[in-house]
């Protein structure tokens, strides 16, 4: 089993940066690709981009394609996000999820075994 924490949400203003960190734990974490996703108050939740078990390949969504990046640290036991260029419409809870599954690169929630509690990004405009 593996389970999920993410943290470095917080307040931020228009056009400014953030950079989340997810840190998993139980093994084989490493063989899981890892998806962020993101769900702001009455809208359903969103895939943001993925990336591989080994960090060779990654995805991401039009609406953040250029601006967010997703690598990860195995030796660290850390998957980031990093934000830059943030929107008032970025602002939602942000969850990071594993995956065992080659489907993880379509962003469709089934395709993702575990999932973290999120955390939670506001961007002042």
């Known amino acids: 089993q593996v389970q999920l924490v993410e943290s470095g949400g917080g307040l931020v203003q228009d056009g400014g940066s953030l950079k989340l960190s997810c840190t998993p734990s139980?093994?084989?974490?490493?063989?899981?690709?890892m998806g962020w996703f993101r769900q702001a108050p009455g809208k359903e939740r969103e895939f943001v981009g993925a990336?591989?078990?080994?960090?060779?390949?990654?995805y991401y969504s039009d609406s953040v394609k250029g601006r967010f990046t997703i690598f990860r640290d195995n030796a660290k036991n850390t998957v980031y996000l990093e934000m830059n260029s943030l929107k008032p419409e970025d602002a939602a809870v942000y969850y990071c999820?594993?995956?065992?599954?080659?489907?993880?690169?379509?962003?469709?929630?089934?395709?993702?075994?575990?999932w973290g509690q999120g955390t939670q990004v506001i961007v002042s405009s």
């Open positions: 999820a594993a995956s065992q599954y080659l489907t993880y690169y379509t962003g469709r929630p089934p395709s993702y075994d575990y």
């Open positions: 139980g093994r084989p974490w490493t063989t899981y690709s």
């Open positions: 990336i591989s078990w080994n960090g060779a390949d990654t």
